[in-house]
């Protein structure tokens, strides 16, 4: 097996995009790639999507990206993994370059999700539950999350203003992010006195439905100084791809407050770099809930159950923190265009990783850990990157 670099990156803004169409937000995204690595054609393109059939009517989506962008004629697939179908995608851009099947392959995550009314959106996104025995029933994706916060604040009598550091965090990141969809920093105040969509979440802890694109080029390592010789920004080595699954009903696992397979997928990833926690410079978890972040860092390792809220309410998760996390505003701030926030988590990951972060910058950052959820747990993955 070879091992796997990435040598270019590009994104487009995230946000509300009614005058971009889905292939056009993909063009902006995957040119600027090309252009990042210097490279005009490629051996495979792989499309993280979750709703472009039941949102625009267009399945056969990687296919129509790959024409729109001038590469007709190469192998194109969309993966789907609910909301992990831009990390899944990855993973299979990386098997296809680390088999030696494919030398250059451009991964991209693409979502279009505001040119519906709210209920055919929250109708989407509950297909990422389980049909017959939740969605069912009624019960949306925000309410899911919400039942798993409300034991949580049970369980271990933990205050709701005990996650608004996430939040305040991501947000504060996302003012300096360019492409980001909410550039403002909030306050705790904000975060106390922000509407309630599902008890007991809020507005401020929960990511917002929007547009985005985010692209990838990936050669084999032996190969990337050919495309970053005389380049601003040297290649990214890929150390790990893990996934992991668990059941998509919350109520089938063993703890509906353990994310099984965030440990599962985080373990295997530090096993295939080498690295143990201590080594890990950032985290670019998947906070599209405050408790998602919260259980996260237990479940990989970095809080002991029932005290994951704490990172974020002794503020130790900044740039400059003990953990940074969400170093470009997250889910929350950026904002989660579903099928491509796995991707626009890695291209982050990369700024970060070669110092192009600005204002964000994790000080020395040398490796940086990636994971993102699909479901509310039922599919995870875990990249490690380092330089």
Aim: proline residues 3%; negative net charge.
């Amino acid at each position: 097996m070879r091992s796997v670099s990435i040598v270019g990156i590009g994104q487009s803004p995230v946000g509300e995009l009614w005058n971009r169409s889905a292939r056009q937000i993909a063009y902006d995204a995957i040119s600027a790639a090309m252009a990042d690595a210097g490279v005009d054609n490629a051996d495979a393109l792989y499309v993280g999507n979750m709703l472009s059939g039941s949102l625009i009517d267009q399945e056969h989506l990687a296919t129509l990206v790959a024409d729109a962008c001038g590469l007709r004629g190469i192998d194109a697939a969309k993966i789907e993994a609910a909301c992990a179908s831009g990390a899944a995608a990855l993973r299979v851009g990386i098997m296809a370059v680390a088999s030696g099947f494919h030398d250059v392959v451009i991964v991209a995550g693409l979502e279009k999700m505001t040119d519906t009314v709210g209920k055919d959106t929250t109708a989407g996104l509950a297909t990422a539950a389980d049909a017959e025995t939740e969605a069912l029933h009624g019960v949306s994706f925000v309410g899911l999350n919400a039942l798993i916060m409300q034991r949580y604040m049970y369980e271990y009598k933990v205050p709701l203003d005990a996650f608004a550091g996430f939040s305040i965090n991501a947000h504060r990141n996302g003012a300096n992010n360019p492409n980001a969809m909410f550039q403002s920093p909030i306050t705790l105040d904000t975060y106390v006195r922000a509407p309630v969509i599902a008890t007991p979440i809020n507005m401020m802890d929960s990511s917002p439905v929007c547009d985005g694109a985010a692209a990838l080029v990936l050669v084999p390592t032996e190969h990337a100084h050919r495309y970053t010789t005389g380049h601003h920004r040297g290649a990214v080595q890929i150390l790990a791809s893990a996934a992991a699954t668990d059941s998509i009903a919350v109520h089938d696992r063993r703890d509906p407050l353990f994310l099984q397979a965030a440990e599962t997928s985080s373990r295997k990833a530090m096993a295939q770099a080498g690295v143990g926690h201590e080594a890990i410079d950032f985290f670019e978890l998947h906070d599209a809930f405050t408790i998602m972040a919260a259980l996260s860092l237990e479940a990989c390792g970095f809080a002991r159950r029932g005290e994951g809220w704490r990172h974020a309410y002794e503020d130790a998760i900044g740039p400059t923190g003990q953990l940074p996390l969400s170093t470009m505003g997250g889910l929350k701030s950026r904002g989660h265009p579903v099928g491509a926030t796995g991707v626009y988590q890695i291209v982050e990951s990369v700024l970060q990783l070669t110092g192009g972060a600005g204002a964000n910058q994790v000080p020395g950052a040398r490796i940086g850990m990636a994971q993102n959820i699909g479901g509310s747990g039922a599919t995870i993955l875990t990249h490690i990157l380092g330089v």
